[in-house]
Antibody
Framework: QLQLQESGPGLVKPSETLSLTCTVSGGSMNRSAYNWGWIRQPPGKGLEWIGSIYYSGSTYYNPSLKSRVSISGDTSKNQFSLKLNSVTAADTAVYYC?????????????WGQGTLVTVSS | QSVLTQPPSASGTPGQRVTISCSGSRSNVGSNTVNWYQQVSGTAPKLLIYSSDKRPSGVPDRFSGSKSATSASLAISGLQSEDEADYYCSTWDNSLELVFGGGTKLTVL
């Protein structure tokens, strides 16, 4: 049973870069993950996909964020990361790291608990 | 405005059957399978249905999913108080974007 834990600053200044890391425990990303990525949820609002990386190396990003976002993974460390540049108050949200397995055809069946990132000076 | 359209709210009494709809287009729901997530207040979402009609292990068979053309539905039978949550549908769009519905808040009366 995989467990995911997000880590990173809870407060980021406008125009700076938001950086988060997801640490995977309870199993190997190499063996278990079909894809991994990030989803966010602004306070009181719905879910928004940020991007996903597949085991094949293919990477997909939300078109509305593509110019500012980068997702990378280090399967040897069982970690993957999110970087979002030039943040504004609109990027304030709970950020979830997620993993999808081949068993669920890639649907995100493992979620971190989420971490609130506030963009404010 | 979400790409997939869900009713903002739904309700039912214990034991009832409730359905939640998710409407899309040919480029998303019409071309790809749909996943459903349940989010209890203050917690991370949980995968409820994948590939339109499959349940992950551990999800009660009271939950079922279906898809027809450009619409999908989540049905919950034998409604229980612990089913009170927000429900989200999701699928890939042919533009290679993962899209979500706006979410449906289910109230158990």
């Amino acid at each position: 049973q995989l467990q995911l834990q997000e880590s990173g600053p809870g407060l980021v200044k406008p125009s700076e870069t938001l950086s988060l890391t997801c640490t995977v425990s309870g199993g190997s990303m190499n063996r278990s993950a079909y894809n991994w990525g990030w989803i966010r949820q602004p306070p009181g609002k719905g879910l928004e996909w940020i991007g996903s990386i597949y085991y094949s190396g293919s990477t997909y990003y939300n078109p509305s964020l593509k110019s500012r976002v980068s997702i990378s993974g280090d399967t040897s460390k069982n970690q993957f990361s999110l970087k979002l540049n030039s943040v504004t108050a609109a990027d304030t949200a709970v950020y979830y790291c997620v993993i999808g397995r081949e068993y669920t055809y890639g649907a995100s069946d493992y979620w971190g608990q989420g971490t609130l990132v506030t963009v404010s000076s | 405005q979400s790409v997939l359209t869900q009713p903002p709210s739904a309700s039912g009494t214990p034991g009832q059957r409730v359905t939640i709809s998710c409407s899309g287009s040919r480029s998303n729901v019409g071309s790809n399978t749909v996943n459903w997530y349940q989010q209890v207040s203050g917690t991370a979402p949980k995968l409820l249905i994948y590939s339109s009609d499959k349940r992950p292990s551990g999800v009660p068979d009271r939950f079922s999913g279906s898809k027809s053309a450009t619409s999908a539905s989540l049905a919950i039978s034998g409604l229980q108080s612990e089913d009170e949550a927000d429900y989200y549908c999701s699928t890939w769009d042919n533009s290679l974007e993962l899209v979500f519905g706006g979410g449906t808040k289910l109230t158990v009366l």
